[in-house]
C-alpha cells in the first residue's frame, strides 16, 4: 500500500535535462509559453471583474487560471505525480468555474 501511495503521489515522471532527449527542449518551451497564456486568461478575467464586478467568484476563476499557469511552469522542469494531480482538480475547478460564470453571470459570452 506504501508503495502504491508513493507512485500515486511521489512518482517523478520526468525531469528537465537539456542534453537528455529530443522532446525535453520542445517540452520545456512549450510549458513556459503555455503559462504565460494561461496568465493571459487571468489577466482577461480580472479586467473583466474590474469592468462589471458581477460576482467574487470571478477573482476565484482567475486564481483558478494563475496557479494552473504556475503549474506549467513548474511542469517545464519537473513533473511529479502530485502535479498532475493537482493540475486535475485545477482543470476542472476552472471548467466548473467558466461554466457556472457564463451561465449565471454573462449568458451572453461565449469565450471566458
Keep these: 500500500m506504501r508503495g502504491l501511495i508513493d507512485f500515486l503521489w511521489l512518482h517523478t515522471w520526468w525531469t528537465y535535462d537539456p ?3 529530443w522532446y525535453a527542449q520542445p517540452y520545456h518551451w512549450i510549458n513556459l509559453v503555455e503559462g504565460c497564456f494561461w496568465f493571459g ?7 473583466r471583474y474590474a469592468k462589471h ?3 467574487p467568484l470571478e477573482l476565484l476563476y482567475a486564481l483558478a ?3 494552473f499557469g504556475l503549474s506549467d511552469f513548474r511542469k517545464a522542469y519537473v513533473v511529479h505525480s502530485w502535479l ?3 493540475k486535475g482538480v485545477n482543470l476542472a ?8 460564470l ?3 453571470h454573462y449568458p451572453q ?3 471566458f
Design 65 to 67: 487560471f494563475f496557479t
Design 84 to 86: 498532475i494531480l493537482l
Design 109 to 111: 459570452s461565449k469565450t
Design 53 to 55: 464586478r458581477h460576482t
Design 102 to 104: 457564463i451561465k449565471h
Design 41 to 47: 486568461f487571468t489577466s482577461a478575467v480580472l479586467i
Design 93 to 100: 475547478a476552472i471548467i466548473y468555474l467558466r461554466w457556472y
Design 19 to 21: 542534453g537528455s532527449d
